[in-house]
Structure formats: structure tokens, C-alpha cells
């Protein structure tokens, strides 16, 4: 078996665990509320959120996929040095996602992903490799590449914050006259909103490994061109829901209990925000991180009940987290590129 088939295998490998620890990772995030507030059983949560995790990928399009398969451009180097610059950036993604879920902190995969992508390429093959989008968006209002991927990540949270605070006010002024038992209405309809979310998160976070996946079978001569095979789609399903199968407990306790204290409207009105932000995303091909989108909704749902009560010490130390990831995963990437280069003597 050539070098090169050995790179390959060990990409989509890695590929696939990067599914699992994101679903791992992201779990968390979705059934954080619905837990907090004791809607539904963890054990239900995670069996419905892994059923619909498994459909978004699959009815969800490729949009998402095309983008993030396409904001760094290795074509044309040498194959093995290609795959080994995914490889160094699977890795520093893995490690990175392992590494705060270790530490029960929300960090996005999203970030992760493109920070130590990019780590890889600019130490490797240089800043021309990078599709950064500048020049696209300034001359014809076009977002493409690395800006389009910040684009959606930076401002996905601000969107989630604020349809959070509105949809909080709107419900409360709505069910201002209800009475107690509403309470109960409100965790079942959450069996709804849930799946919804579910499918949300599906459809934009499997879609980065279907890219990338498609990104390693391009580079290694295994199809002609950039277009995401069937069969990528159901093996990442699988792995982002076996990943979600065994979510991260950790992160649970984060988002439930440490920013607000989540009662069932608050929990309906994070996930309806969460969900609309996220599927709306993926309609438009933007990847967008489910961590800082259901975080944001929280924090914004919080303020529009009682703003005082928000635990803002603890959402600084969640914003901290999103400041360093890109940087850090960028630089764990590097490292990791740069090991591989001691074992693998024919990248020189």
C-alpha cells in the first residue's frame, strides 16, 4: 500500500473522530436546557437528539460543506504534503476539543476547525494558500472563504443573544395571565424544539467533516472533483451521533446551572432561538458554532427575564474561551505539523 493510501486512511480516520468529538463536544449544548429544567429525562434527550443529529446531515444539503472544503486551497501542492496539512489540523482540532471538554468549558469546534486548519497551511505553504476573502468582499460584496466563515461565527452569537432577548420578552408578555400548570405544556412542547435543534445542529456541524472529508478524498485521487459523496454523509451522520451518544456531562453543568437559573419558557426560548439561528445558517452555507449560539441564547434569555441574575462572571470566562481558541488550536496545529514532519522525511 502506497504512502499516500496510508495518509488517506488515517485522514478519514481522524476525520471521523473529529465527528465523534464534536458531537461529543456539542451534545452538551443541546440538551443543557431541557435537562436544567427538568423537561425531559437526560437519557430521553440524548436518544431524540441523536435520531435527528442523524437526519440533519443528511436532508440538510451541502451548503456548509462546500464552504468549508473550500477556504484553504492546497491543490496545488504534492499529494502527501496536502494530506499531511489536514492531518496536522484534524489533530490540533481533536486535541484542542478534548482538551476543553476535559476542563468543562463550551468551546467552539467551528473555531477550532479553521484556527488550526489555517495554523496548518500558513506554516506549511504560506499565506497565499488561505482563501481569506478580502478582495472578494471589498470589490463585489461577496463572502467567500475565511471571511465568510468569521462572518458567521463572530456574528452568530450577537444573533442569538438578541432573538434570545426578544423571544423571552415576547413569551413572557404572552403567557403573562398563565397559570402554574403552563409549566407543563411548556417541557412537552420542548420534545419539539429539542428535535428541531437537533436537526439544526446535524445539518451545520457534520456538514465541516463532510467538507473536509471530501477535501482529503479530492487530495488523495479518490474522485474528480469537490462533490460531497453519499455515502460521506452517512458515515459522518454516524460518528457526530455516536459522539452525541456519550455527550460531554461536563458542559451541562456550564450551561445549565452556571449562567442562569433555566426554568421551561427559559429553556423553550433558548432552543427556538438556538434552532431558528442555526438552521437559517446552514440554509445559507454559513458554518456557525452551536456552543456560542445556544450560550448567547441563554445569556440573552437571562437578561430579558432578570439581567442582574445572569451570572456574568462565568459568561466572561465562556467569551475568554472563544477569544483563544482560534489562536490555540492554530498553534496546537503547528506543533503537530511540525512533529509529523520529523517522522514523515519525504514531506521535506
Not at 56 to 66: C, F, M, R
Not at 125 to 143: I, P, S
Not at 229 to 248: D, E, K, N, Q, R
Amino acid at each position: 500500500m502506497s504512502t499516500i493510501s496510508v495518509l488517506v486512511i488515517i485522514a478519514v480516520i481522524l476525520v471521523l473522530a473529529f465527528d465523534f468529538t464534536n458531537g461529543f463536544h456539542d451534545a452538551s449544548n443541546i440538551i443543557a436546557p431541557v435537562i436544567a429544567c427538568r423537561a425531559i429525562t437526560p437519557i430521553k434527550a440524548v436518544i431524540i437528539v441523536a435520531f435527528f443529529e442523524f437526519l440533519g446531515p443528511i436532508l440538510g444539503g451541502t451548503a456548509v460543506a462546500n464552504t468549508i472544503g473550500k477556504f484553504i486551497d492546497i491543490s496545488d501542492l504534492k499529494n502527501i504534503n496536502a494530506i499531511t496539512i489536514i492531518l496536522s489540523g484534524l489533530l490540533g482540532v481533536i486535541v484542542w476539543n478534548l482538551g476543553t471538554w476535559w476542563f468543562g468549558m463550551p468551546s467552539s469546534s467551528s473555531h477550532a476547525l479553521m484556527g488550526a486548519l489555517v495554523g496548518a497551511v500558513l506554516v506549511s505553504a504560506g499565506y497565499d494558500h488561505v482563501l481569506w476573502g478580502f478582495h472578494e468582499l471589498f470589490t463585489r460584496g461577496k463572502l467567500v472563504g475565511v471571511t465568510k466563515v468569521l462572518l458567521a461565527l463572530f456574528l452568530s452569537p450577537f444573533l442569538g443573544f438578541l432573538v434570545g432577548f426578544l423571544l423571552q420578552k415576547f413569551l413572557s408578555l404572552l403567557l403573562r395571565s398563565a397559570k402554574q400548570k403552563i409549566n407543563k405544556s411548556l417541557k412537552i412542547s420542548q420534545y419539539v424544539t429539542v428535535a428541531w435543534l437537533a436537526f439544526s445542529h446535524g445539518a451545520n456541524d457534520a456538514q465541516k467533516s463532510m467538507g473536509i472529508l471530501t477535501l482529503v478524498l479530492l487530495l488523495g485521487g479518490i474522485i474528480p472533483s469537490f462533490h460531497v459523496p453519499f455515502w460521506v454523509m452517512i458515515v459522518c451522520s454516524a460518528g457526530m451521533t455516536s459522539g452525541v451518544l456519550l455527550g460531554g456531562w461536563k458542559i451541562v453543568r456550564t450551561l445549565g446551572y452556571s449562567i442562569y437559573k433555566i426554568r421551561p419558557l427559559h429553556a423553550l426560548s433558548s432552543q427556538l432561538t438556538s434552532a431558528i439561528v442555526i438552521f437559517s445558517a446552514s440554509l445559507f452555507g454559513a458554518p456557525v458554532s452551536t456552543t456560542h449560539v445556544v450560550t448567547s441564547s441563554i445569556m440573552g434569555v437571562g437578561s430579558a427575564d432578570h439581567i442582574k441574575r445572569v451570572k456574568w462572571l462565568k459568561a466572561k470566562s465562556i467569551i475568554y474561551t472563544w477569544l483563544i481558541t482560534i489562536p490555540g488550536a492554530a498553534i496546537v496545529a503547528i506543533f503537530i505539523y511540525a512533529l509529523l514532519n520529523l517522522i514523515l522525511p519525504t514531506l521535506k
